[in-house]
């Protein structure tokens, strides 16, 4: 099973093109400053891999961008999902991780799940947010993130991305009684994101 606190079907503020996005629940790190609280600890949904293969199949996204919380969490489990979504279509894969790169490589030599899960991915945006280097730039959380081509497809698309980006955007989204922030925000829009999250508490 997949544990998961929020999917969408589409957006084009977290990769090139049209995106689902997967942001899974939990995560092994404490980044001081980190804005991901309920992915860390608020509520979440289990499926199997196959459901949510069935549904990243279900939208018109050409890619998937999966955050959270830490995929590498359920690395094996990710895996499996996207292994069952590119046996039917060739989409690409973004991934957030608090680890860095170097760290993975190691855990890949004795967990296969780490193993399985590098190899279906095609970006990775690696490293833990670090609040002094968070310069708002678009893309990544703070300056330190590596955004690392893993394997051809955005390596040339991903500069051109990245610098034609117009700074840092967000979108917020109701779904259902809940808000959701998409996409990595500002300083100022972090903070005006959480003036409404308080808002929201004191009204209920
Ligand atoms: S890795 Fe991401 S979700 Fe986890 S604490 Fe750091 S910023 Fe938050």
Not at 17 to 27: D, K, P, S, T, Y
Request: net charge negative; aromatic share 10%; proline share 3%.
């Amino acid at each position: 099973m997949i544990r998961y606190s929020e999917k969408i079907d589409s957006t084009k503020l977290l990769g090139p093109g049209e995106r689902a996005v997967l942001w899974v629940h939990g995560c092994c790190f404490d980044c001081p400053g980190c804005i991901a609280w309920n992915f860390r600890y608020g509520t979440f949904r289990e499926e199997t891999a196959e459901k949510l293969a069935e549904w990243v199949l279900s939208t018109s996204a050409t890619g998937i961008t999966i955050s959270g919380g830490e995929p590498m969490l359920q690395a094996a489990e990710l895996a499996r999902m996207l292994e069952v979504v590119r046996e039917k279509m060739d989409i690409g894969v973004i991934v957030y991780t608090g680890y860095v790169y170097e760290t993975l490589l190691e855990k890949a030599g004795e967990e296969e799940g780490i193993r399985d899960f590098l190899r279906q991915i095609d970006l990775l945006i690696d490293g833990p947010y670090l609040e002094k280097q968070n310069n708002n730039e678009p893309f990544r959380g703070s300056f330190n993130q590596r955004i690392l081509p893993l394997t051809e497809r955005y390596k040339d698309l991903i500069e051109g991305y990245y610098h034609q980006s117009k700074g840092r955007q967000i979108e917020v989204r109701l779904q259902g009684d809940k808000t959701l922030m998409v996409g990595i925000p500002s300083k100022d829009q972090a903070a005006i994101w959480q003036r409404i999250k308080d808002l929201g508490s004191k009204q209920t």
